[in-house]
């Protein structure tokens, strides 16, 4: 008893050791391709490839051909066995000797019969060596139940290895950067394969996301029982409590999914149990593509002593178990007439991840019994898809289709019996096929094939125009919608968000009317199968205005409101002082929220009003007067005044010397730093900051006193750094403005700071000495430039085209107080170039001669 727990605890540690070594540096993985097997089987009469064959029965032919390569230099034995239990050794015409160089197995292969109470099938294949078979056949008949274990686990680690590899194959057809497809088909496949994916992963960013999904070893597998009492799993003794207790030990990678574990732990077994002077074993996980066995190993098979038997493990005999497929919701109504259908199903992952389940079909219940559409097997799509639309039989109807006219009726369909009742307007189908040998029938789905008619509101649903809105529609049939599209009467079409509602034939439709004004509207239902669309009526209208809040700040002319339905509101007035609403800015690409929910709207006074003198917590009245006339009050309490900051002074670093004279001090060269002072008035709080940002707000920097950009000169006197280049790049043009910022994020008004320009690099300019001539002006980047022209009032200006990539231009010969030119970054400003006048000689014999000019 001692020497056995001695034992016991050797083959925990070696077990341990094993699974450290795996789950850490990821060595023991079955990553290495062996060889591979042709294997065929006969029942009946009928020959299926392995791929095809879920398990084995009495009197099932094997035909086996080992698939070598023609420069295979060591002679491998294979020798097939097959077991009865772990407690009732074979006898010995139950191993059969192979040898795969013999001309005859390598060209036509060979043929075994499964004997009669075999329960187990197992194949080795071993270097020829002299006594290999007697020693296989002392090993097994040994110990027989280590070879059951192993046969048993390395199937059961075959079919989860397949779920996760085909959940991998299937996430890389997904492009990496749609976040929103890799969270949709990723829960496609958990479903149909029956895993859980990693959730962190769709935490990541999304360049990260593609790569955490298609790792192995991510994914956790779920337990469903089918490919468990496929391979009759042993479920009591003292072998499985180990397993089962090893298994989610903290050194064994405890927590995390390892489609190993059986195979690592027989692997401990063999090694250490049946290890001899000559053989030692490893196991094989066996691939099934067809008729080929492909086999993977986890550690590189060895050629000498002790050389490495590959155990490979043959599904079980026993009889069939067909996949236990359910609808993945039995309500769930679907489409005929869509071109594309997958019928939703899940709880048999060996059906997608495998080629067990073949020759499927979705045999139509009703109303004509005997029609069969094939169907497939795709996890990517998350259930059976049917055969493309044109290769379908056309299914007769039960009627004619029905007079979409108003005095039209129609009858309703007979209902047929069913394991689900049907709804109204709907026929059955029954999935059906052959798992391995077996015919089986799986479950019935509801189906509609004629569009839904009859469509109304199903409530009295009051919409509101300006915010997003829910109802409800009805009709015979609701599964063959293809597109719910809103149109109002100014001929406005948005497409809808819809979904099917928890009550039959019911549809919940998201209307966006955010930027609908009151009045007639109608709801379009595109079906598929027909060509004329359904046609909804309805009506919005408008909400009254409903007031959140108001922000007055001490010292402003302007307020904020925010609320609902804000552009009924006329005007407000306060302490008899009327405000007006500001319009939105015609210029501006950003659209007018005041209809919107929680929305904004900004009251200014006139220009010629003063501030009015209202000091911080003063309690006041606003009273608002809407479009319709009636009027709404607000308390308000006066806010502490907002930053304000002028600029006292300013002043650019020139980083290089350039011929062109800017005209405007407040254009700024991107490549110049700048320095600028500002006055606040009132102190200036050091955790407050400048933000700075171009005309379109595309361009964005913070100053700060942490960053170093703020110096405090004093309370209210700030010194401030920007370098245009290396905060916004090369591409950064246009007005600059800036505005003081508190610590609590209350922002001052925008005040201009100044234009960023970007210059060309002018190099020399040449004139012949005709005076009649033109001249030459080269230079880089020239395509900065707007114009050029001898006199300021450019009377006969050079305009350079947009885009422009040459290196010279032409211009008549200007005076010696220089030239003028207009940037295209501020073409309003007219600008002096002075620089000397070369002989024209000169420039023929540098310029090159495949530059461009832009004549004037």
């Not at 040994?142 to 959940?167: M, T």
């Not at 990693?198 to 960013?205: Q, Y």
């Amino acid at each position: 008893m001692f020497r056995g727990r001695l034992r016991a605890a050797g083959i925990l540690t070696a077990f341990l050791s094993t699974c450290t070594l795996l789950h850490g540096q990821g060595s023991a993985r079955f990553d290495l391709a062996g060889p591979k097997i042709e294997v065929h089987v006969t029942r009946a009469g009928q020959t299926l490839p392995i791929a095809s064959v879920p398990n084995l029965q009495e009197g099932d032919k094997i035909w086996l051909h080992p698939d070598l390569p023609p420069t295979q230099s060591v002679h491998y034995l294979l020798v097939a066995v097959f077991l009865r239990g772990t407690t009732n050794p074979p006898p010995d015409n139950w191993f059969f000797r192979i040898p795969t160089w013999d001309k005859k197995i390598r060209e036509e292969g060979t043929t075994i019969v499964v004997p009669k109470e075999a329960q187990q099938a197992i194949l080795f294949l071993a270097p020829e060596t002299g006594g290999d078979f007697a020693t296989l056949r002392s090993a097994v008949r040994g110990r027989p139940g280590i070879f059951v274990r192993a046969s048993q686990d390395l199937a059961e680690a075959g079919f989860e290895q397949a779920r996760i590899e085909k959940y991998l194959a299937s996430m890389r057809q997904v492009p990496p950067s749609d976040a929103k497809a890799l969270q949709d088909h990723s829960t496609l496949l958990a479903r149909t394969l029956n895993l859980k994916p990693n959730a962190e992963c769709f935490s990541r960013p999304i360049d990260m996301q593609f790569t955490c999904l298609t790792q192995s070893g991510t994914q956790t597998l779920l337990d469903d029982g089918h490919a468990q009492t496929i391979v009759s799993s042993l479920t009591s003794g003292d072998t499985s409590t180990f397993i089962n207790a090893a298994s989610t030990v903290q050194m064994a990678g405890g927590g995390l999914y390892s489609a190993y574990v059986g195979a690592i732990v027989d692997l401990v077994h063999l090694m250490s149990g049946l290890h001899t002077a000559h053989y030692q074993y490893i196991p094989a996980i066996a691939f099934p593509d067809g008729p080929s066995l492909n086999l993977r190993l986890n550690v590189p098979p060895s050629f000498n002593n002790p050389k490495s038997v590959i155990v490979i493990g043959l599904p079980a005999i026993q009889a069939s178990t067909p996949p236990p497929l359910r609808p993945a919701d039995p309500k769930h109504v679907n489409c005929l007439l869509k071109p594309t259908l997958t019928l939703p199903v899940e709880g048999a992952p060996l059906v997608f991840s495998t080629s067990f389940a073949h020759d499927l079909v979705l045999h139509i219940d009703s109303p004509a019994p005997g029609i069969d559409i094939p169907l497939t097997p795709d996890a990517f799509r998350g259930g059976l898809v049917l055969s493309p639309a044109p290769k379908r039989k056309e299914l007769p109807l039960a009627a004619p289709p029905p007079d979409r006219s108003s005095a039209a009726t129609t009858a309703a369909p007979v209902a047929v019996p069913t394991p689900e009742t049907p709804l109204p307007n709907t026929i059955t189908g029954t999935i059906k096929g052959f798992w391995g040998f077996d015919a089986f029938t799986g479950p019935t789905v509801q189906l509609q094939d004629t569009p839904g008619t009859g469509w109304r509101l199903a409530d009295n649903d009051i919409l509101i125009a300006g915010r997003e809105n829910h109802l409800s529609l009805t009709s015979t049939g609701t599964a063959c919608i293809q597109a719910i599209t809103l149109d109002s009467d100014a001929g406005k079409q948005i497409e809808t968000e819809w979904n099917h509602a928890d009550k039959p034939n019911l549809v919940d439709v998201k209307v966006p009317l955010q930027s609908f004004v009151p009045g007639a509207l109608h709801l379009t239902i595109h079906q598929f199968g027909e060509p004329q669309p359904e046609i909804v009526a309805a009506q919005t209208y408008s909400e009254p205005a409903r007031l959140t809040a108001l922000q007055l700040y001490a010292g402003d002319t302007t307020a904020t409101l925010t609320g609902t339905s804000l552009d009924q509101v006329k005007n407000m007035v306060i302490s008899g002082l009327m405000y007006a609403p500001v319009p939105p800015d015609p210029d501006s690409s950003a659209p007018d929220t005041s209809a919107a929910p929680n929305s904004s709207l900004r009251f200014t006074l006139p220009a010629d009003t003063a501030a009015p003198k209202f000091r911080p917590g003063d309690k006041l009245t606003a009273t608002f007067t809407l479009k319709d006339g009636r009027d709404l009050s607000l308390p308000v309490t006066v806010a502490p005044s907002r930053p304000s900051v002028t600029i006292l002074s300013k002043s650019g670093t020139q980083t290089g010397p350039t011929p062109i004279r800017l005209a405007d001090q407040d254009d700024l060269p991107v490549n110049q730093q700048l320095t600028f002072s500002l006055r606040s008035a009132t102190p200036f709080p050091r955790t407050g900051t400048i933000e700075i940002i171009n005309a379109d707000e595309t361009l964005r920097t913070v100053l700060s006193v942490a960053s170093g950009t703020l110096v405090l000169q004093n309370p209210r006197t700030i010194l401030a750094t920007l370098d245009p280049l290396k905060t916004f790049g090369t591409s950064a043009y246009g007005p600059l403005r800036l505005r003081a910022v508190t610590p609590d994020g209350i922002a001052g008004d925008w005040i201009p700071l100044a234009t960023l320009v970007r210059l060309p690099s002018l190099k020399d300019l040449h004139c012949p000495a005709d005076t009649a001539g033109s001249c030459t002006l080269t230079g880089a980047n020239l395509y900065l430039v707007d114009s050029i022209s001898t006199d300021a009032d450019f009377t006969t200006p050079t305009a350079v085209p947009e885009g422009f990539v040459g290196t010279t231009l032409s211009l008549p010969r200007p005076a010696k107080s220089g030239f003028y030119l207009r940037l295209r970054d501020d073409p309003t400003v007219v600008n002096t170039v002075v620089m000397p006048i070369l002989p024209l000689q000169t420039a023929a014999a540098t310029a090159a001669p495949e530059h461009k000019e832009a004549q004037p």
